[in-house]
């Protein structure tokens, strides 16, 4: 009985530590959005956070300087746009509104 609550009790907090883990996703920039100010464009292998986009594309805000390079590969981690964060709005034309959006947090050049 108490191994079966020593494993709980190291569940629960292995649980409740994963929460402040940062996720790195695999993405490539793209390009300079035309559609959103800016704003680059990038392509992730996988979807980050859950939020679908037009062929894993998505308009990144927030991308520092040293990496707006199309075909540069990177390592960021990201989260979703805050709505009511007026910095975090972007006007768009026509592309730009179908491509999901995401805020830049943190940002490494892969090899």
């Given at each position: 009985?108490?191994?079966?609550?020593?494993?709980?009790?190291?569940?629960?907090?292995?649980?409740?530590?994963?929460?402040?883990?940062?996720?790195?996703?695999?993405?490539?920039?793209i390009g300079e959005s035309i559609d959103?100010?800016?704003?680059?464009?990038?392509?992730?292998?996988a979807i980050p956070l859950g939020i679908?986009?037009?062929?894993?594309?998505?308009?990144?805000?927030?991308?520092?300087?040293?990496?707006?390079?199309?075909?540069?590969?990177?390592?960021?981690?990201?989260?979703?746009?805050?709505?009511?964060?007026e910095d975090e709005i972007q006007p768009?034309?026509?592309?730009?509104?179908?491509?999901?959006?995401?805020?830049?947090?943190?940002?490494?050049?892969?090899?």
């Amino acid at each position: 009985m108490k191994s079966i609550f020593k494993i709980l009790i190291c569940l629960i907090i292995m649980t409740s530590c994963s929460n402040d883990e940062v996720v790195l996703y695999d993405a490539e920039v793209i390009g300079e959005s035309i559609d959103c100010n800016n704003s680059f464009l990038l392509r992730f292998k996988a979807i980050p956070l859950g939020i679908n986009s037009i062929d894993n594309i998505y308009v990144g805000q927030n991308l520092p300087e040293a990496y707006k390079v199309v075909g540069k590969k990177i390592n960021v981690s990201v989260r979703g746009v805050n709505p009511n964060n007026e910095d975090e709005i972007q006007p768009c034309t026509t592309l730009g509104p179908g491509y999901a959006h995401v805020f830049i947090l943190s940002v490494s050049e892969r090899n």
